[in-house]
């Protein structure tokens, strides 16, 4: 009923910068939690950063300042904007949203997953 779509990784040099996106499609009435998480193999999969429907974002230390998450509006595609990348950020990034369906049903879905390298 939900299905997130990711776009925008890629590989880029130490400083430089991506923009990450996740378009929601389906029978959604609301996006009241947007999430962006990274991993990579053998690792955990943490969270990078989070959007509520509030406005309200926080962010993983590691990224403060640098990564911003943000929503188009009152669309259902929400975004990270990485800039001054740096090696260590190298990793699957997925979104994730939590929110609720037409029929009030609370949905929680994953994206497939993009690759974001950044070579020193």
């Known amino acids: 009923q939900v299905q997130l779509v990711e776009s925008g990784g890629g590989s880029v040099q130490a400083g430089g910068s991506l923009r990450l996106s996740c378009a929601a499609s389906?029978?959604?009435?609301?996006?009241?939690?947007m999430n962006w998480y990274r991993q990579n193999p053998g690792k955990r999969r943490d969270l990078v950063a989070r959007?509520?429907?509030?406005?309200?974002?926080t962010y993983a230390d590691a990224v403060k300042g640098r990564f911003t998450i943000f929503r188009d509006g009152a669309k259902t595609t929400f975004y990270l904007e990485m800039t001054d990348l740096k090696p260590e950020d190298t990793a699957v990034y997925y979104c994730?949203?939590?929110?609720?369906?037409?029929?009030?049903?609370?949905?929680?879905?994953w994206g497939q997953g993009t690759q974001v390298t950044v070579a020193s």
């Open positions: 389906g029978t959604i009435s609301s996006l009241d939690t």
């Open positions: 994730n949203a939590i929110g609720h369906l037409w029929d009030d049903d609370v949905y929680e879905e």
């Open positions: 959007l509520l429907s509030d406005r309200s974002t």
